[in-house]
């Protein structure tokens, strides 16, 4: 795990640098902060600046998570206020939706 980690880390830091705006790790188990201490040594300064533990037991950190996030849109089972459960309609509705108006606006293009 640790070279795989490793070679992940080398592969998204010099050969995409600059794409992560923030990764938010929400409720890790306990295990994850032994590992974390293991491979932290090894994150760019400038990548791991970008990482941001949330534990929803603690207010500061879900507060902070509600000023990077809409918390709208985020399921309630990751701190946010969307119901999660699953309606075929409501999704069957929104994409006939999507498709007319892409086709609306392909047919103005054309």
Not at 30 to 51: E, N
Not at 68 to 77: A, E, G, L, Y
């Amino acid at each position: 795990p640790m070279k795989t980690s490793r070679e992940t880390l080398h592969i998204l830091q010099d050969h995409f640098p600059e794409r992560l705006a923030v990764a938010v790790c929400y409720n890790p188990p306990w295990i994850f902060a032994v590992f974390w201490k293991a491979i932290s040594p090894f994150i760019d300064a400038s990548t791991y600046k970008k990482i941001r533990f949330v534990n929803p037991k603690r207010a500061k950190e879900t507060a902070r998570m509600s000023l990077m996030f809409d918390m709208s849109v985020i399921d309630t089972d990751l701190g946010g206020d969307r119901d999660p459960a699953f309606d075929l309609e409501a999704l069957g509705a929104e994409m006939m939706e999507y498709d007319a108006r892409r086709a609306r606006l392909l047919a103005a293009v054309a």
